[in-house]
């Protein structure tokens, strides 16, 4: 669904939408997961969407002429998020983060083949100049930004929250800048401000507050 709108969306409208996923997690968690909304969670939820939506803006722009049909297939990407994240919380605790990323892929490893042959794949290895280099970033890409994301997303939501994983979302348009940052941009103000925002909305998704624990009494002290 993202590959496909991506080929008439731009990057920026993509990349607000997909701060949707949050809000999805967490009306999931409510519906069907007896998670218990609170006023931290809901202004953590909207700080972190404001903040990536403005840092997105404030780096690439903002087109405003946004492709209805295709935009809904990013937001029913996320809503596949928020239900993903939660199924992985609350039903898959018996696993470990490596076996569930292992049997979502084996899942799309066989139809892919399929797909993949089905195309003319082994003649554009063969004639196509660039395909081995094409082939190369896709493989780094697969790796680094699929394969080994999705365990540590996984071992994430194993150790937190549906909530607190999905609002790592936000973190994307951070790392975006830092990127460009290294790639000769500069920093503006603006961007500073937007990233604290972020980072303010997730502190307050993951804030657990203190909870006293009861006194112990030794049985020497007691009359």
């Not at 403005?54 to 928020?82: E, H, R």
């Not at 660039?130 to 996984?154: H, K, M, R």
């Not at 804030?207 to 030794?218: G, T």
Request: glycine share 8%.
């Amino acid at each position: 669904m993202f590959a496909t709108a991506q080929t008439k969306l731009e990057s920026s409208q993509a990349g607000i939408l997909n701060g949707l996923t949050p809000f999805f997690a967490f009306v999931i968690g409510v519906l069907f997961f007896k998670l218990k909304p609170n006023w931290r969670s809901i202004t953590g939820i909207a700080l972190g969407f404001l903040g990536a939506a403005g840092l997105i803006v404030a780096k690439s722009g903002l087109n405003l002429n946004l492709n209805f049909g295709y935009s809904l297939l990013i937001v029913v990407a996320t809503l596949f998020y928020g239900i993903s994240a939660n199924m992985i919380k609350h039903k898959c605790t018996d696993l470990k983060a490596v076996e569930i990323s292992a049997m979502a892929f084996s899942f799309i490893g066989v139809p892919a083949l399929i797909t993949l042959f089905s195309l003319n794949f082994v003649g554009t290895m063969q004639s196509h100049p660039q395909a081995w280099t094409a082939l190369g970033f896709v493989s780094v890409l697969a790796i680094c930004g699929t394969a080994l994301a999705v365990v540590l997303f996984n071992k994430l939501l194993k150790d937190t929250s549906a909530l607190f994983g999905s609002s790592v979302t936000y973190l994307m348009p951070i790392v975006a800048v830092v990127w460009g940052i290294l790639d000769g941009e500069a920093l503006r103000p603006i961007q500073a401000v937007f990233a604290a925002v972020i980072l303010s909305g997730i502190y307050l998704v993951n804030y657990q507050p203190k909870v006293a624990k009861p006194e112990v009494h030794s049985s020497k002290n007691l009359p």
